[in-house]
């Protein structure tokens, strides 16, 4: 019996932002995983756009951001930047990021994640992921390469909690986060419902020791792309020492069997991760509680607020 192909975890070196630099990476990695959206595609990029309070590092980089439309519009695409920031909007916090600035000479729109619809989820009760989001022909998710807290790690599968509207992440934290699993599946689920996301991840500077906002600076110098969020989280997480009891969301993806949760199915058409030193990323031993408490949402609420009108 032939041996199943792999699913391509594409890793190539990128030392800095530079646009020139840039595009040829994205171009290289983007022809190794086949991806081709098609002309007249409606791309949904999905940057992190989390936070503007801790400067750009808590998210994902102006320049990749820019240079992924360039070539999208380049291949006859049309993209637009969305998401669904913890505070303030998309266009706040892209604006104080340099986003907005990075965008401006592409002519790509950039808005907040809106207009709710109610996912039915298979524990019970429902999250409502942005109607804008699912209606994409396709999604190009562009994260960063990130310790988390609460999570330990983040990269393609949990940026997409991003199309969950507004005051129902951290609602979903508070309500799911100490019901066993069920933080974890309602991450899957939320990928799952949504149209095919092909990553592109950010390693240029990654964030080390803590996050998703205050954690330290590490030049990593990669790049990384795949058609399957799963694959490029099973591949980066073994390179950084991590197995499926250490991060919660490989975990629920290895439960449900989705393709690209083993390490024996992703491929490398490029560079292996042993080409890259990625000694320096500290990974968080101690994890704070998933669950917030009604005093941190309230203070949550007055944040988005205040960032939503100044």
């Given at each position: 019996m032939?041996?199943?192909?792999s699913?391509?975890?594409?890793?190539?070196?990128?030392?800095?932002?530079?646009?020139?630099?840039?595009?040829?990476?994205?171009?290289?990695?983007?022809?190794?995983?086949?991806?081709?959206?098609?002309r007249?595609?409606?791309?949904?990029?999905?940057?992190?756009l989390?936070?503007a309070a801790?400067g750009p590092l808590a998210?994902?980089?102006p320049?990749?951001?820019?240079?992924?439309?360039?070539?999208?519009?380049?291949?006859?695409?049309k993209?637009?930047?969305?998401?669904?920031?913890?505070?303030g909007t998309?266009?706040?916090?892209?604006?104080?990021?340099?986003?907005?600035?990075?965008?401006?000479p592409?002519?790509?729109?950039?808005?907040?994640?809106?207009?709710?619809?109610?996912?039915?989820?298979?524990?019970?009760?429902?999250?409502?992921?942005?109607?804008?989001?699912?209606?994409?022909?396709?999604?190009?998710?562009?994260?960063?390469?990130?310790?988390?807290?609460?999570?330990?790690?983040?990269a393609?599968?949990?940026?997409?909690f991003?199309?969950?509207?507004?005051?129902r992440?951290?609602?979903a934290?508070?309500?799911?986060?100490?019901?066993?699993?069920?933080?974890?599946s309602?991450?899957?689920?939320?990928?799952?419902?949504?149209?095919?996301?092909?990553?592109?991840?950010?390693?240029?500077?990654?964030?080390?020791?803590?996050g998703?906002?205050g954690?330290?600076?590490?030049?990593?110098?990669?790049l990384a792309?795949?058609p399957?969020?799963?694959?490029?989280?099973?591949a980066?997480?073994?390179?950084?020492?991590?197995?499926p009891?250490?991060?919660a969301?490989?975990?629920?993806?290895?439960?449900?069997?989705?393709?690209?949760?083993?390490?024996q199915?992703?491929?490398?058409?490029?560079?292996r991760?042993?080409?890259?030193?990625?000694?320096?990323?500290?990974v968080?031993r101690?994890?704070a509680p998933?669950?917030?408490?009604?005093?941190?949402?309230?203070?949550g609420?007055?944040?988005?607020l205040?960032?939503?009108?100044?």
């Amino acid at each position: 019996m032939p041996a199943s192909p792999s699913i391509p975890v594409a890793l190539a070196r990128q030392p800095d932002y530079a646009s020139a630099g840039l595009a040829r990476s994205i171009d290289a990695l983007f022809a190794a995983c086949a991806f081709a959206p098609g002309r007249g595609a409606r791309v949904l990029v999905k940057p992190n756009l989390v936070s503007a309070a801790r400067g750009p590092l808590a998210c994902s980089e102006p320049a990749a951001v820019a240079a992924a439309c360039a070539w999208l519009l380049d291949h006859g695409a049309k993209p637009w930047v969305g998401d669904s920031p913890a505070f303030g909007t998309a266009r706040s916090v892209g604006r104080k990021i340099g986003l907005a600035a990075a965008l401006a000479p592409l002519g790509v729109p950039l808005r907040s994640l809106s207009r709710p619809t109610r996912l039915a989820l298979d524990f019970g009760g429902g999250i409502g992921i942005s109607r804008d989001a699912l209606e994409a022909d396709l999604i190009l998710s562009l994260p960063r390469l990130k310790a988390h807290g609460q999570v330990r790690l983040t990269a393609g599968v949990k940026n997409l909690f991003g199309c969950v509207v507004g005051a129902r992440k951290p609602l979903a934290h508070s309500r799911h986060g100490e019901q066993g699993t069920r933080f974890e599946s309602l991450l899957v689920q939320v990928m799952l419902a949504l149209p095919p996301a092909f990553t592109l991840l950010d390693g240029v500077i990654a964030m080390s020791r803590t996050g998703p906002t205050g954690g330290d600076p590490l030049r990593l110098g990669l790049l990384a792309a795949s058609p399957s969020p799963v694959a490029l989280d099973t591949a980066l997480f073994t390179a950084l020492g991590q197995t499926p009891r250490d991060i919660a969301t490989w975990a629920e993806c290895s439960r449900r069997g989705l393709p690209g949760a083993r390490l024996q199915e992703v491929g490398f058409p490029l560079l292996r991760p042993e080409a890259f030193d990625l000694s320096g990323f500290i990974v968080p031993r101690t994890l704070a509680p998933v669950t917030f408490h009604p005093l941190r949402l309230a203070q949550g609420a007055f944040k988005r607020l205040k960032a939503r009108f100044f």
